[in-house]
T-cell receptor
Framework: NAGVTQTPKFQVLKTGQSMTLQCAQD?????MYWYRQDPGMGLRLIYY???????DKGEVPNGYNVSRLNKREFSLRLESAAPSQTSVYFC???????????????FGDGTRLSIL | AQSVSQHNHHVILSEAASLELGCNYS??????LFWYVQYPGQHLQLLLK??????LVKGIKGFEAEFIKSKFSFNLRKPSVQWSDTAEYFC????????????FGQGTTLQVKP
C-alpha cells in the first residue's frame, strides 16, 4: 500500500532551470495538495486541487504551476528556479468527509530541493 | 484570514515528564482540528483529529488533545513522554466546507532527553 509517492526525493538545480515534481496517490482521493516546508514557518500551501480537473492557488503560489493530470497524479512545476525556492516540498491527498469537510491529509515523503 | 499559532517553538523534556503543547487558531466558524507529527527525516503523520463531539480526543501513542471552543485552542498533551517522541509537532486547522485546505502552525520541536 504505497499511499502518496513523490519523485524525486532529492534534487539540486541551478538558478533559472526548470523542474517538475511528481506526485501520485493510490487511495482514490479527490483532493491533492502541494506544500513547502521551511524552518520556523511550518507548512505553507502552494496549490491544491479539490477534484480532478480543478486547481487553485494556496498561500504561496508565485513561481509555481501545477497540473492535475488525472485523479491519481498532481505535479508541481518550477519554470525558472530561484534560490528562494530551496525547500522541502510535500504532496498530500485527502478524501471527502461529511458536512463538506475533508478527511485528514496523507503526506508523501517529500522532495528536498536545493537551488544554487 | 485564518491563522494558527503554536506558542512553543522548541521544548526540551526529560523522559517521563508531562507534555503540553499549545495551539490557538483564529477563525470564527466551524473548524476541523489536527495534530501531525514529523519524526526526523520522515513525512508528516496524523496524531489525532477533532471534527465534532467530545472535545477531548485521543490519538495514537498516548497523545490526547482538548478542543476549547471559547479559547480557540487545541492543546496537545501526553502524561509521560518517551525518547521516541522526539519530533516536530504541527497543529493544523481546516474550516469546514473549505475544500480541505489546511492552515498549519509554525511547528514545535520536541526534544526528549533519555
Amino acid at each position: 500500500n504505497a499511499g502518496v509517492t513523490q519523485t524525486p526525493k532529492f534534487q539540486v538545480l541551478k538558478t533559472g532551470q526548470s523542474m517538475t515534481l511528481q506526485c501520485a496517490q493510490d487511495m482514490n482521493h479527490n483532493s491533492m495538495y502541494w506544500y513547502r516546508q521551511d524552518p520556523g514557518m511550518g507548512l505553507r500551501l502552494i496549490y491544491y486541487s479539490a477534484s480532478e480537473g480543478t486547481t487553485d492557488k494556496g498561500e504561496v503560489p508565485n513561481g509555481y504551476n501545477v497540473s492535475r493530470l488525472n485523479k491519481r497524479e498532481f505535479s508541481l512545476r518550477l519554470e525558472s528556479a530561484a534560490p528562494s525556492q530551496t525547500s522541502v516540498y510535500f504532496c498530500a491527498s485527502s478524501g471527502v468527509g461529511g458536512r463538506g469537510s475533508n478527511q485528514p491529509q496523507h503526506f508523501g515523503d517529500g522532495t528536498r530541493l536545493s537551488i544554487l | 484570514a485564518q491563522s494558527v499559532s503554536q506558542h512553543n517553538h522548541h521544548v526540551i523534556l526529560s523522559e517521563a515528564a508531562s507534555l503540553e503543547l499549545g495551539c490557538n487558531y483564529s477563525y470564527g466558524g466551524t473548524v476541523n482540528l489536527f495534530w501531525y507529527v514529523q519524526y526526523p527525516g520522515q513525512h508528516l503523520q496524523l496524531l489525532l483529529k477533532y471534527f465534532s463531539g467530545d472535545p477531548l480526543v485521543k490519538g495514537i501513542k498516548g497523545f490526547e488533545a482538548e478542543f476549547i471552543k471559547s479559547k480557540f485552542s487545541f492543546n496537545l498533551r501526553k502524561p509521560s513522554v518517551q525518547w521516541s517522541d522526539t519530533a516536530e509537532y504541527f497543529c493544523a486547522v481546516n474550516a469546514q466546507g473549505n475544500t480541505g485546505k489546511l492552515i498549519f502552525g509554525q511547528g514545535t520541536t520536541l526534544q526528549v532527553k533519555p
